[in-house]
């Protein structure tokens, strides 16, 4: 089992609001950053640091943080968004690293 | 524009050992980590270790005593060796730049079996 705890299947009616969150101990002391991954692809960084995109991501995605939790939200969701999401960060240790159990996101 | 490319055997026996290259191109290795990741069939990801530029590592504890990750720079190259191979390391095996992880490779699928 892993240390980041995420809701196995989530879904959202195209163009509304979807939060995705990952819960973990050491989310209180350091940032997750978040990956979509769609079937037969690699992964692809969507969040980091908090609440920075990389270039090419839409500004539909954003992420926060709270307490022992991370989240990545959609506003606005499109059938394109459609994938598994994974966050990633350090485990109880604090040395090494470790991907949440993944998120499969549907779009209605 | 950075990329990463995975090879390695497709196949190999258990019991046997995995190595495996992630040649790197369009971009410098310097101050950078350089991870191995992967992903059994239909399952989430995991993270195998990171090596740093310098040479640094660090490990997963579940893989740690069957896994080094070594570094030539001047080739541009990552590798991954895994040792004592059952059908469960059986996945596909992708390389990664940084932490976080901003460059993927497209990934060597690997088949342990005999």
């Known amino acids: 089992s892993s240390e980041l705890t995420q809701d196995p299947a989530v879904s959202v009616a195209l163009g509304q609001t979807v939060r995705i969150t990952c819960q973990g101990d050491t989310l209180r002391s350091t940032y997750a950053s978040w990956y979509q991954q769609k079937p037969g692809h690699a992964p692809v960084v969507v969040m980091f640091h908090k609440n920075t995109r990389p270039s090419g991501i839409p500004d539909r995605f954003s992420g926060s943080s709270s307490g022992n939790t991370a989240s990545l939200t959609i506003t606005g969701a499109q059938a394109e968004d459609e994938a598994d999401y994974y966050c990633?960060?350090?485990?109880?240790?604090?040395?090494?690293?470790?991907f949440g159990g993944g998120t499969k996101l549907t779009v209605l | 524009q950075v990329q990463l490319q995975e090879s390695g055997p497709g196949l190999v026996k258990p019991s046997e050992t995995l190595s495996l290259t992630c040649s790197v191109s369009g971009g410098s290795m310097n101050y950078y980590y350089w991870s191995w990741i992967r992903q059994p069939p239909g399952k989430g990801l995991e993270w195998i270790g990171f090596i740093y530029y310098t040479g640094g590592t660090d490990y997963n504890p579940s893989v740690k005593s069957r896994a080094t990750i070594s570094i030539d720079t001047s080739k541009n190259q990552v590798f991954l060796k895994l040792t004592s191979l059952t059908p469960a390391d059986t996945a596909m095996y992708y390389c990664?730049?940084?932490?976080?992880?901003?460059?993927w490779g497209r990934g060597a699928l690997v088949t342990v079996s005999s």
């Open positions: 990664a730049r940084g932490d976080p992880l901003d460059y």
């Open positions: 990633y960060s350090r485990d109880s240790s604090g040395l090494h690293r470790v």
